[in-house]
C-alpha cells in the first residue's frame, strides 16, 4: 500500500523560506507514468495546487507561485521536497503531498501538515 | 486558468437522500475531472477520475457524470459518513484548479 508522508517545520517566520519534505513508502516515485506534487489548504479554505513533477524530470508550477516555490526530488531516498519563499501568513495551511496518475486524477494523499507563518 | 464552479457551496440533507452536486468548468475539459471527499481534520479521499470512474475502494452509491464543461456528483443514498466537504478538481490543463468545494450536511 502507497503511502506519503509529509514532514516539516510546524512554524515559519514571515519571510523566511518554508521547506517541506515527502516521503514515499511502498512504491517509488521513480514509477512510470506519475506525476507527485503538492497542494495546499489554508484554515477553513479550499483546495489550491501548488506544483507537480512527472517521473521523466518535467516539472509544473502553478503560475501565482511560480516566483517563489522549488520542487526538488531524492530518488535515492524516495522522497521529494518544496521550498516555498518570502513567506507571509498567507502561506499559512495545511500542506499536501499527493500522487496523481498520468491522464487521471489523484489516487494518493499524505495526511497533511499544517505550517503556520508567524513571528 | 480554467475556473471551476461549484453548486451548491452548501446543502442539507436526511439519511436516504439523493444528493447531487454540480461543477462547471469555465471551459472545455473533455472528461478529465475529479471529485474528491473531505472531512474535517483529514486529507481528501478520492472518489472519482475521468468524470465518472470510481477510485479503488470507492463504493457504488458515488457516481460521476458529464464531459465537456459541466459535470455531476451523485450519491445514491445518503448515509451518515458521507456528511462532509465535496471538492471537484480539473486536470486538463496547467494550472490545476479546484472548485469552491460544497459542504453536505445534515
Known amino acids: 500500500q502507497l503511502q506519503l508522508q509529509e514532514s516539516g517545520p510546524g512554524l515559519v517566520k514571515p519571510s523566511e523560506t518554508l521547506s517541506l519534505t515527502c516521503t514515499v513508502s511502498g512504491g517509488s516515485i521513480s514509477s512510470s507514468n506519475y506525476y507527485w506534487g503538492w497542494i495546499r489548504q489554508p484554515p477553513g479554505k479550499g483546495l489550491e495546487w501548488i506544483a507537480s513533477f512527472y517521473y521523466s524530470g518535467s516539472t509544473y508550477y502553478n503560475p501565482s507561485l511560480k516566483s517563489r516555490v522549488t520542487l526538488s526530488v531524492d530518488t535515492s531516498k524516495n522522497q521529494f521536497s518544496l521550498k516555498l519563499s518570502s513567506v507571509t501568513a498567507a502561506d499559512t495551511a495545511v500542506y499536501y503531498c499527493?500522487?496523481?496518475?498520468?491522464?487521471?486524477?489523484?489516487?494518493?494523499w499524505g495526511q497533511g501538515t499544517l505550517v503556520t507563518v508567524s513571528s | 486558468d480554467i475556473q471551476m464552479t461549484q453548486s451548491p457551496s452548501s446543502l442539507s440533507a436526511s439519511i436516504g437522500d439523493r444528493v447531487t452536486i454540480t461543477c462547471r468548468a469555465s471551459?472545455?475539459?473533455?472528461?478529465?475531472l475529479a471529485w474528491f471527499q473531505q472531512k474535517p481534520g483529514k486529507a481528501p479521499k478520492s472518489l472519482i477520475y475521468?468524470?465518472?470512474s470510481l477510485q479503488s475502494g470507492v463504493p457504488s452509491k458515488f457516481s460521476g457524470s458529464g464531459s465537456g464543461t459541466d459535470f455531476t456528483l451523485t450519491i445514491s443514498t445518503l448515509q451518515p459518513e458521507d456528511f462532509a466537504t465535496y471538492y471537484c478538481?480539473?486536470?486538463?490543463?496547467?494550472?490545476?484548479?479546484f472548485g469552491g468545494g460544497t459542504k453536505v450536511e445534515i
Open positions: 499527493a500522487r496523481r496518475l498520468y491522464g487521471s486524477g489523484i489516487d494518493y
Open positions: 471551459q472545455g475539459i473533455s472528461n478529465y
Open positions: 475521468a468524470a465518472s
Open positions: 478538481q480539473q486536470y486538463s490543463v496547467y494550472p490545476l484548479t
